[in-house]
C-alpha cells in the first residue's frame, strides 16, 4: 500500500522529480515504518490476549470488589450521574428536548466509555511500575486492558439504556443493527488516542492533568447534554457563520461530536447515522492508530526506565 | 569453554547500558521542547555529562544447563543485566541472544491484588510470567500444595501475613516451567522449612538441566551451587570463570579496598569499581585432593554404614616448609554444617597426606558433602575441596542425621522384685 522503494531508485529517473520528493518525504516521516509498527503492535496485543484478558477481568471485578452492592454500582453510577444532569438541565435549565433523560443517556453512556478510557489509559502505563520494570511483556496491554474493562462496562450497562427506552415507550427498532459499526469506531479512535496519551505521560507527567480538563472541557463542546440541532445564530459573537455552518464546524472538528450524534441516531431518533462525518472520524482513528503506533513504539524502551 | 553458539543459553555481545540522569532531563526536555524537536526532525542530542553508563562492554556467554552466580557490589550493575537478559531493558549498545523459554524472579507476586483470593492471583499472576491459562489449570494444585496455605488460598490475598504472600508469590513463579530461570536474591523467602523446600526446588531445576542465573551476595551459595561465576564491577565483567576462584579475587578486592578505607573509601561510593589488585602470591601450601575410605577397602565406596569407620585423606603439596591449617567439614544435603574439626600442622616442603579418622561414623542414611581446607596458617578461608559423602540405609528403628552409638534398656520393679531385663541392645548395623 505504500512506496517502499529507496528514494535513490527514483531519483536516478530525472522526470520524477516532485514524486521523488514525495518519497523521500515518505522515508523520511518513515510513515511506511509505522504502518510495520502498527501490524506488529496489533499482533503482539494478539499474542498476549491471555494477559489482555487476565488483567481486564481483573480490573472489572476488583472495581466493585468488597463493595456491598458491587455489580450494581455498573448502573447505578451512570444512573446517579444521570440523575444530576437531568436535574441541572432538564428541571433546572428547563431543556426544550422531549425525553431528556432518554437523550441525555443515550449520549451519557458512551461519552462515560470514552472520557474513562483516555483519563485511565492516560496513567495506565506511567502507574504499573510494578509490572514494567519486573515482567516482559508488550506494554501496549496496558492502555488495551483501560479501554476494553471501559468497553465492557459501557456494553454491560446498555442494558440500563434499554429499560430506560421501555419506560419512555421507546424500543430500539432495526437501526440498532449500526450499533457494531459506530462502537467499533468510537473504540478504534479511543484506543489510538489512549495510546499516544499513555506513551507520553511516562515522560511529561503533566499530560495527566492536561488531559482531565481537556476531556471535561470536550464534555461541554460535544452534544451530551445538549442538541446539536439547537446551536443557533451565532453571528452575535462576531463569528460569520450560519447556524447549519457553525453545527458543522462542531461535527467534523470534534470526532466525538460526530460519533455522539450516530449514537443519538441509532437509540433516540431511530434512523441512520449521517455517513460522512462518521467516516471522517473512522478514517482519523485509523491515521491516529497508526501515529500512535509509531509514537508507542518509539518510546517504549524507555517505559521500564523511566516510570 | 569451546561450546558452539546453539549451546548457549544466553550471549551478551559489547553490551553496553546507559541511562539519562534524571536531575538532567527535567530541564532538557519539556513537552514542549519535545515537541519542536519532533517537528523541527532533530535528533535527540545527548550530552556525555547527562548519563550514567551502568554497563559497558560486557561480553558473557551463559552455557545451557549451567548455574551462573553473579556478584558484585550494590551498584556494580547485576540488576541491569538481568533486566537486559529478560528484555525489559533493551541495550544502549551491542546485542543480546537468549535462546529458550526465560523466566524472571525479579519480583515476587508482580500484578497481584490484595482483595482476590491467593487462587485468583495465581492466575493472574501465573499469566504475568508468561504461563498460559491451561499450564496454570494444570498446575493450580502443584502451585496450591507447595504454598502449604492451606484453607487461606480461598481468602483474599490481603488478609495473609507476609510470608505467606511470599510463600504463594515464589510458588508461582517457579511453576512458570522455564528453559532459563533468572534469579535476583530471593531465595530467602519464609521460613526455614520453606527454605529448604525452596532450595529442593531450584535443585530441582538445575538437575532438569535448566539454565539458572542468580544474582546473590550470598558467596558460599555461589560457592557451592553455580557451575560459573561472574563478577560484575564497575559496570563491566571483571572475571568470569571458576566460582571457587571469582569468589576468592571478589574477597580480595573487597578486604583491600576495605583495609584502604579511611574515610573516603571507595566502598562508600555505590557502583564505583574495587581496585585493581596485585596477583595473588602462589599459596605455600596447597591442598591437590580429597579421598574417603572405609577403613578396609581400597578405593572410594560407593556408600558408607552408619557404624563404619570414615577416613578423609587430604593430599596437598607444599612448596616450602611452613605451618599449615587442616579443616574438614561435613555438611548435609542443603548446606548445613554438621560436624568439623581442623589441625595445625608443620608441613614440610614436598607433598603429603593429612588424614583424618572417624572410628565410627554415626550419620543416618542420606546423602552429605565433606570439605576439606587447607591453607597457612594467618590466612584467610580459601575454598575447599568437595567430596560427596552416603551413608547407606540401616534396619534399624532410628531417624534423624545422627546416629550415635546407643542401646535402650527397660528395667521393671513392680511385681518381680529384682528383676530387671535387658531389652533389645541394638546396635545399628553392625560391620559383617
Not at chain 2, 536531575?23 to 556525555?48: A, G, M
Not at chain 2, 581442623?342 to 542420606?366: D, I, K, M, V, Y
Not at chain 2, 578461608?381 to 531417624?399: C, K
Amino acid at each position: 500500500m505504500l512506496n517502499r522503494q529507496r528514494p535513490g531508485a527514483l531519483g536516478e529517473d530525472g522526470g520524477t522529480r516532485p514524486l521523488y520528493l514525495v518519497a523521500v518525504v515518505l522515508e523520511r516521516t518513515m510513515i511506511s515504518k509505522i504502518g510495520a509498527v502498527m501490524r506488529r503492535n496489533l499482533r503482539e496485543l494478539w499474542q498476549y490476549r491471555g494477559l489482555l484478558w487476565a488483567l481486564t477481568t481483573r480490573e472489572l471485578r476488583a472495581r466493585y470488589r468488597a463493595s456491598v452492592l458491587g455489580f450494581l454500582w455498573t448502573f447505578l453510577n451512570p444512573s446517579l450521574n444521570m440523575v444530576v444532569y437531568v436535574l441541572v438541565f432538564g428541571v433546572l435549565m428547563a431543556s426544550p428536548v422531549e425525553r431528556y433523560p432518554f437523550f441525555l443517556f443515550c449520549g451519557l453512556l458512551p461519552w462515560i466509555f470514552f472520557s474513562s478510557s483516555v483519563v485511565g489509559g492516560t496513567t495506565s502505563v506511567s502507574d504499573r511500575r510494578d509490572l514494567l520494570t519486573k515482567v516482559r511483556f508488550p506494554a501496549q496491554v496496558l492502555p488495551a486492558t483501560v479501554v476494553l474493562t471501559n468497553l465492557i462496562n459501557f456494553l454491560l450497562s446498555l442494558p440500563l439504556l434499554f429499560l430506560l427506552g421501555t419506560l419512555y415507550q421507546d424500543l430500539p427498532t432495526w437501526h440498532i443493527v449500526f450499533l457494531p459499526i459506530v462502537l467499533v469506531v468510537q473504540t478504534a479512535f479511543t484506543l489510538g488516542l489512549t495510546y499516544s496519551l499513555s506513551a507520553l505521560n511516562v515522560a511529561f507527567r503533566d499530560l495527566q492533568h492536561i488531559v482531565a480538563n481537556l476531556v471535561q472541557m470536550l464534555f461541554f463542546l460535544t452534544p451530551v447534554l445538549w442538541n446539536l440541532d439547537s446551536v443557533g445564530d451565532v453571528s452575535r459573537f462576531g463569528l460569520d457563520l450560519s447556524a447549519q455552518q457553525a453545527r458543522d464546524l462542531l461535527l467534523f472538528c470534534n470526532p466525538m461530536a460526530a460519533v455522539m450524534a450516530a449514537w443519538r441516531d441509532i437509540f433516540y431518533l431511530h434512523q441512520t447515522p449521517a455517513w460522512e462525518p462518521l467516516g471522517a472520524v473512522a478514517l482519523l482513528s485509523l491515521a491516529l492508530f497508526w501515529v500512535s503506533s509509531g509514537v508507542f513504539e518509539r518510546r517504549r524502551e524507555e517505559f521500564a526506565e523511566l516510570v | 569453554m569451546n561450546l558452539t553458539p546453539t549451546e548457549m543459553a544466553i550471549v551478551l555481545e559489547g553490551v553496553g547500558k546507559t541511562f539519562k540522569k534524571s536531575s538532567r532531563r527535567k530541564d532538557s526536555s519539556t513537552l514542549k521542547t519535545e515537541f519542536i524537536r519532533i517537528l523541527l526532525r532533530r535528533r535527540k542530542v545527548v550530552e556525555p555529562t547527562w548519563v550514567i553508563e551502568a554497563l559497558s562492554e560486557v561480553n558473557l556467554s551463559i552455557p545451557r544447563a549451567k548455574t551462573i552466580g553473579i556478584i558484585g557490589r550494590n551498584g556494580s550493575g547485576k540488576s541491569t543485566l538481568l533486566k537486559l537478559m529478560t528484555g525489559i531493558y533493551s541495550p544502549s549498545k551491542g546485542s543480546i541472544r537468549v535462546n529458550g523459554r526465560i523466566s524472571a524472579l525479579l519480583e515476587l507476586g508482580a500484578g497481584f491484588h490484595p482483595e482476590f483470593t491467593g487462587r485468583e492471583n495465581i492466575f493472574i499472576n501465573g499469566i504475568i510470567l508468561g504461563m498460559s491459562r491451561a499450564e496454570l489449570t494444570d498446575r493450580v494444585e502443584d502451585i496450591i500444595r507447595f504454598a502449604e496455605l492451606g484453607d487461606f488460598i480461598d481468602e483474599p490475598v490481603r488478609t495473609y501475613s507476609s510470608g505467606m504472600f511470599m510463600r504463594l508469590a515464589f510458588a508461582v513463579a517457579t511453576h512458570v516451567d522455564p528453559d532459563i530461570l533468572i534469579i535476583d536474591e530471593i531465595l530467602s523467602v519464609g521460613d526455614e522449612h520453606f527454605q529448604h523446600k525452596s532450595s529442593a526446588k531450584m535443585k530441582e531445576f538445575r538437575d532438569g538441566g535448566r539454565t539458572i542465573v542468580l544474582v546473590t551476595h550470598d558467596l558460599g551459595t555461589v560457592e557451592s551451587w553455580c557451575d560459573l561465576a561472574a563478577w560484575i564491577d564497575g559496570g563491566r565483567v571483571r572475571m568470569m570463570g571458576d566460582p571457587k576462584e571469582v569468589v576468592r579475587e571478589y574477597r580480595r578486592a573487597v578486604s583491600s579496598a576495605e583495609a584502604q578505607a579511611s574515610g573516603q573509601s571507595p566502598l562508600s561510593s555505590p557502583g564505583l569499581a574495587l581496585p585493581e589488585l596485585a596477583p595473588a602470591p602462589p599459596m605455600p601450601v596447597t591442598l591437590s585432593s580429597v579421598r574417603l575410605r572405609n577403613g578396609h577397602e581400597e578405593g572410594s565406596p560407593s556408600a558408607f554404614s552408619s557404624s563404619g569407620r570414615l577416613h578423609v585423606l587430604l593430599d596437598y603439596v607444599a612448596r616450602e616448609t611452613s605451618a599449615s591449617a587442616f579443616a574438614v567439614e561435613i555438611r548435609s544435603a542443603d548446606g548445613g554444617l554438621l560436624f568439623g574439626t581442623s589441625l595445625t600442622a608443620e608441613t614440610p616442603a614436598g607433598q603429603g597426606t593429612a588424614t583424618l579418622e572417624l572410628p565410627r561414623l554415626s550419620l543416618g542414611e542420606g546423602a552429605y558433602e565433606v570439605l576439606a581446607r587447607l591453607a597457612p596458617r594467618d590466612h584467610r578461608e580459601t575454598a575447599p575441596l568437595r567430596a560427596s559423602l552416603v551413608v547407606a540405609a540401616t534396619a534399624d528403628v532410628a531417624s534423624g542425621p545422627v546416629r550415635p552409638e546407643h542401646r535402650w534398656s527397660v528395667s521393671s520393679r513392680a511385681v518381680a522384685p529384682e528383676a530387671s531385663v535387658v531389652a533389645g541392645a541394638v546396635d545399628p548395623g553392625v560391620e559383617p
